[in-house]
């Protein structure tokens, strides 16, 4: 129905939306030799790379009517990249060197960077909701509101001391909890 040439990724990809399925099928079949070509050559195994590449298929469709995708290429190369560092962390296999995923992240640089951006904040927003409730409420004021620590303590009837010191826990987790997913982002 769709022939090679007559729709763009992103042209395929709103069809995808409207649950066309076979705009997904042209687009599987347009993009799936690259992106397993791309998660071979860094894991050097068939099927893992395989199951990687599915996957990321799979979870285009099952969120199609959620997903907003500006760039379908970018989209689906750094879906495959997430998969294949996820690979590496459950893998037994010790890396040679953090070097290993830094040169691999420099080489992926045409990937999407409002993908990447929304993707931070999903995290942060996902740990900042985890911070017991008062500690949250201190950290929002701070940072989203920007008010000092006095002005904090007279809102939620605590002293500034109780305020700095949940801001400092709270900046203290939130580090721990962002060192390693920020060191893949930048």
């Known amino acids: 129905m769709y022939t090679e040439n007559l729709y763009s990724l992103e042209e395929l990809y709103l069809l995808v939306k409207r649950s066309d399925v076979d705009a997904y099928n042209v687009l599987y079949e347009r993009t799936w030799k690259g992106l397993y070509q791309h998660a071979f050559s860094r894991l050097n195994d068939e099927?893992?790379?395989?199951?990687?590449?599915?996957?990321?298929?799979?979870?285009?469709?099952?969120?199609?009517?959620?997903k907003e995708i500006q760039q379908v290429s970018n989209y689906l190369y750094t879906a495959i990249r997430y998969k294949i560092i996820d690979q590496f962390r459950k893998s037994?296999?010790?890396?040679?060197s953090l070097?290993?995923?830094?040169?691999?992240?420099?080489?992926?640089?045409?990937?999407?960077?409002?993908?990447?951006?929304?993707?931070?904040?999903?995290?942060?927003?996902?740990?900042?909701?985890?911070l017991p409730k008062k500690r949250r409420e201190i950290f929002k004021l701070k940072y989203f509101d920007d008010l000092n620590n006095k002005e904090i303590g007279e809102i939620l009837n605590v002293s500034p001391k109780t305020v700095q010191n949940q801001l400092l826990?709270?900046?203290?987790?939130?580090?721990n909890q962002l060192k390693e997913i920020l060191f893949l982002f930048f």
Request: hydrophobic letters at 40%; proline letters at 0%; aromatic letters at 10%.
């Open 47 to 66: 099927l893992i790379s395989k199951e990687i590449v599915q996957d990321v298929y799979i979870d285009l469709w099952v969120k199609r009517h959620e």
């Open 92 to 96: 037994t296999k010790k890396l040679e």
């Open 99 to 130: 070097e290993t995923i830094v040169e691999y992240m420099a080489s992926m640089d045409q990937a999407d960077h409002n993908f990447r951006e929304e993707e931070l904040q999903v995290h942060l927003n996902y740990w900042i909701d985890k």
């Open 169 to 175: 826990t709270a900046s203290k987790w939130l580090k």
